[in-house]
């Protein structure tokens, strides 16, 4: 079994200040870890993923995230958020005995100007 | 130009009304799925396809059915709809990675049941 736990389902930053969303997965085999974002009136894209190597993966835009193993997360991480990142973010999990994608249930980004 | 397309783009039904919501891609998967967006719940699996033909249950399948006539084509069916299934519904495809497959999704179809 697995799951994704995403603590805060809204989360208010200013322009220009640093950023994590926090992500908690639970797996039984080996994860393969997502961020996927939504933007409004949108489906979901993929932001980057993880699935073996470096535990920091870079993904589109200056987001990147940091598996750990020990903690059991993934939290996703900018240096300099913009208004434009003001969307809602997904984490999700599926492993290598080919389980499908389980998702948490979304952080709500504002990015205040 | 959209790679997956859902239609409609809004529906409003009555209880116990049939709908069908549709998907097409161009992306050329054999992977195909549907998802359900609740607040708080994220986005649940309810029915998936490995290619034309076939259709697999996921987490959630209950009063749903699904269609797969084509590669390009899935579609979910309500054939008894409910006031719960009142939601935004997802479909993607899936690039089959053998390492972390990379869904890719349509803009959704919000559906109101009355």
């Known amino acids: 079994a697995q799951s994704v736990t995403q603590p805060d389902a809204r989360v208010t930053v200013s322009e220009g200040a640093s950023l994590q969303l926090r992500c908690k997965y639970s797996s039984s085999v080996t994860p393969y870890l997502f961020w996927y974002v939504q933007y409004p009136r949108q489906g979901l894209q993929l932001l980057l993923k993880?699935?073996?190597?470096?535990?920091v993966v870079q993904g589109v835009n200056g987001f990147e995230a940091e598996f750990s193993k020990s903690n059991s997360s993934f939290h996703l991480r900018k240096a300099s958020v913009h208004w434009s990142d003001s969307a809602v973010y997904f984490c999700?999990?599926?492993?290598?005995?080919?389980?499908?994608?389980?998702f948490g249930g979304g952080t709500r980004l504002t990015v205040r100007p | 130009e959209a790679a997956v397309t859902q239609s409609p783009r809004n529906k409003v039904a009555v209880t116990g009304g049939k709908v069908t919501l549709s998907c097409n891609q161009t992306?050329?998967?054999?992977?195909m799925y549907w998802y359900r967006q609740d607040t708080g719940h994220g986005l649940r699996l309810i029915h998936y396809?490995?290619?034309?033909?076939?259709?697999e249950k996921g987490d959630i399948p209950d009063g749903y059915k699904a269609s797969r006539p084509s590669q390009e084509n899935f579609s979910l069916i309500l054939e008894l709809a409910t006031p719960s299934q009142t939601s935004v519904y997802f479909c993607?495809?899936?690039?089959?990675?053998?390492?972390?497959?990379?869904?890719?999704f349509g803009s959704g179809t919000r559906l109101t049941v009355l």
């Open positions: 999700a999990v599926s492993n290598n005995a080919g389980a499908k994608l389980t």
């Open positions: 993880y699935y073996s190597g470096d535990p």
């Open positions: 396809s490995y290619g034309a033909g076939s259709t």
């Open positions: 993607a495809s899936g690039d089959g990675g053998a390492s972390a497959e990379t869904l890719y």
């Open positions: 992306n050329n998967h054999n992977n």
